[in-house]
């Protein structure tokens, strides 16, 4: 007689790991959401800004051209004649931290012509498709904009230690200069972005960038106390972040009386402000 057929194993109760394992491949774990995660994305945007710099990092060596000229000829020439009156300050002491602030600007205005860059190129198109909230991805942009400017404010710093700039070395002052720069950088750089949204081209954008950084730039007090500008230009210096983060700058740098709390509420009031409006705009420029 052939042997009896074996009885039938009873299904376990318990899933088995196979299912488990399947499970996951059909139903992929819940995306995490919230401000949570928000620095984060910022944080890899800006990672991803910066790599761009292991490729090509002759921006940084050619932009470091002109704020050595300003502060070998121009910060030396008027320390000589002594015409700005700088409260007994030497002249190319008082310039030094309007010089960092400055080559900041400059490379922060130009930022929106990498995103022109971008939408022509179509990776915007495929970074707005991603989870990413588009103030994350302004805001990667903009901090990135920021570390280079920080690269940019050693190589002033630097300079100005080689001409005998009497400057402090104090670390938490140090993480003052730091922050300072980045919130300025942000502001300006989406202030670009802001201008790129509106105006669409690279052309259009670089001939407004042109027309509205030396105006910023001499509507501040980089150059020259506020108090020797006339009335009407004492006005717009007050509404210009430049001069906020320079009287910072040069609280910071150099000891001499400063507004920090004011400083720092506007340039974070205005990096703020800076990167809600670029990125409201940001759609108009995908389009």
């Known amino acids: ?8 194993h009873l299904a376990s109760a318990e899933p088995s790991s196979a299912t488990v394992h399947l499970d996951l491949l059909l139903a992929p774990p819940r995306a995490r959401t919230g401000w949570r995660v928000l620095p984060a994305r910022v944080v890899a945007m800006c990672m991803v800004e910066l790599q761009k710099l292991r490729h090509d990092r002759t921006e940084l060596y050619t932009r470091a051209v002109q704020p050595a000229l300003w502060l070998l000829v121009f910060g030396e020439t008027f320390t000589r004649i002594k015409a700005i009156p700088t409260g007994g300050t030497p ?7 309007g010089i960092i602030a400055q080559s900041a600007m400059f490379i922060a205005i130009f930022y929106g012509i990498m995103i022109i860059w971008e939408r022509d190129a179509g990776i915007l198109t495929k970074l707005l498709v991603t989870p990413t909230p588009r103030s994350a991805l302004i805001a990667g942009k903009a901090f990135a904009a920021g570390v280079k400017a920080l690269l940019q404010a050693v190589v002033v710093i630097v300079i100005a230690a080689l001409l005998g700039v009497a400057m402090t070395w104090n670390p938490l002052r140090l993480l003052g200069v730091v922050v300072a720069v980045i919130l300025g950088s942000a502001f300006f750089s989406c202030l670009s972005m802001t201008i790129a949204g509106i105006v669409l081209t690279r052309d259009r954008l ?10 910023l730039f ?47 509420a506007v340039l974070t009031g205005a990096a703020v402000l800076g990167i809600a409006a670029a990125s409201s705009l940001l759609g108009r420029l995908a389009r």
């Open 1 to 8: 007689m052939s042997e009896a057929p074996a009885a039938p």
């Open 218 to 264: 001499f509507a501040s007090n980089a150059l020259y106390p506020v108090a020797v500008m006339p009335g009407w230009l004492q006005a717009v210096s007050k509404a210009n972040p430049l001069s906020y983060q320079v009287d910072a700058l040069r609280g910071l740098l150099l000891g001499t009386p400063s507004h920090l709390g004011l400083d720092f």
């Open 91 to 97: 002249y190319i002491d008082y310039l030094a931290p």
């Open 206 to 215: 670089m001939g407004i960038g042109q027309a509205i950084t030396m105006p």
